[in-house]
């Protein structure tokens, strides 16, 4: 998904994203459109939904602390492990 999303992203991009003058919303639809079938091998097929839409959230996000940026290659896989977790919480 992430590799989807930078490439449709990146050629295919025309509406800036809100959150990030950097990437563009048909990045990180083509994320969430990717990711859905990635996240389907694992999970249940709500849990999938709920788990990609969060990743491709995250990765338009620039998250920080201080003066260091967290790149997304870590805060990805990072954030959906920890609301995968949680998912699996709830009966």
């Given at each position: 998904a992430d590799a989807a999303s930078l490439i449709i992203g990146k050629f295919f991009g025309r509406l800036v994203h809100p959150l990030n003058p950097n990437k563009h919303l048909e990045g990180l639809i083509a994320g969430f459109v990717f990711g859905v079938?990635?996240?389907?091998?694992?999970?249940?097929?709500?849990?999938?939904?709920?788990v990609a839409a969060?990743?491709?959230?995250?990765?338009?996000?620039?998250i920080?602390?201080?003066?260091?940026?967290?790149?997304?290659?870590?805060?990805?896989?990072?954030?959906t492990g920890l609301i995968t977790s949680l998912l699996m919480l709830v009966p």
């Open positions: 079938p990635a996240a389907l091998v694992f999970l249940p097929t709500m849990r999938a939904f709920i969060f990743a491709a959230l995250i990765e338009t996000t620039n920080r602390f201080g003066s260091w940026r967290i790149d997304d290659n870590l805060s990805v896989p990072l954030a």
